[in-house]
């Protein structure tokens, strides 16, 4: 079975930090990943995506993240963050099968 | 707005009553899904439709009983239920998994806060 693993539950920052959230998947085919945010009281909202192509993906608001196939990771990089970057951010993994599998979400507070 | 809308957006609802939850997308897709989000538990798949087509069911209690009547609208039906499954609950939608093309991005609407007294 699938699984998704992120390392951090909370993570505390002060603005203009560099940020990276662990994401490691299980999964022996082919898989899509996705990075989603849900800022407070708003809904999950997909921040960046890979399929295929270059590993080095880009998303909105500054965020990328990098595939790396053999270490099955998925982490979420910004270099420098701001206090609107405060939210839980989840990492999903899709099969071709379209099973979806998330993990448990990280908390971001950025301390202004 | 995300494209999927959720109704109602709170409800507070006793252990013997029944009540629907109600989703609904404009965006085209054939897959809707019903997710749980509890308070320090990861985000939980509980129901999958592909093209009005049950294809998934992650062991949910029967207590849950889903219906998509067509491709655009998914209702989630509530009865007799306990304090334990008080969370959000969480609507999506996407391209049908396995679609030539398809990207199986999910849309997720605002989700119903679900109290059980």
């Known amino acids: 079975a699938q699984s998704v693993s992120q390392h951090n539950h909370h993570v505390i920052l002060s603005e203009a930090a560099s940020l990276e959230l662990g994401c490691n998947y299980s999964?022996?085919?082919?898989?899509?990943l996705f990075w989603y945010v849900q800022y407070p009281g708003q809904h999950l909202q997909l921040l960046l995506k890979y399929f295929s192509g270059d590993p080095l993906v880009k998303g909105i608001k500054g965020f990328e993240a990098e595939f790396i196939k053999s270490k099955f990771s998925f982490n979420l990089r910004k270099p420098s963050v701001q206090w609107s970057d405060t939210a839980e951010y989840f990492c999903?993994?899709?099969?071709?099968?379209?099973?979806?599998?998330f993990g448990d979400g990280t908390t971001l507070t950025v301390k202004p | 707005e995300t494209g999927v809308t959720q109704t109602p957006r709170h409800l507070v609802m006793g252990m013997t009553n029944k009540k629907s939850l109600k989703c609904e997308q404009h965006?085209?897709?054939?897959?809707m899904y019903w997710y749980k989000q509890s308070a320090k538990k990861p985000l939980e798949l509980m129901f999958v439709?592909?093209?009005?087509?049950?294809?998934e069911n992650n062991s949910v209690p029967s207590r849950f009983s889903p219906e998509c009547p067509n491709s655009s609208h998914l209702f989630l039906h509530l009865h007799t239920l306990q304090p334990e499954d008080s969370a959000l609950y969480l609507c999506a939608s996407s391209q049908s998994p396995g679609q030539e093309g398809s990207h199986t991005e999910a849309f997720f609407g605002q989700g119903t806060r679900l109290t059980v007294v």
């Open positions: 439709y592909n093209f009005k087509e049950q294809t």
């Open positions: 999964y022996g085919g082919t898989v899509n």
């Open positions: 965006l085209g897709h054939n897959a």
């Open positions: 999903a993994v899709n099969t071709n099968a379209g099973k979806s599998t």
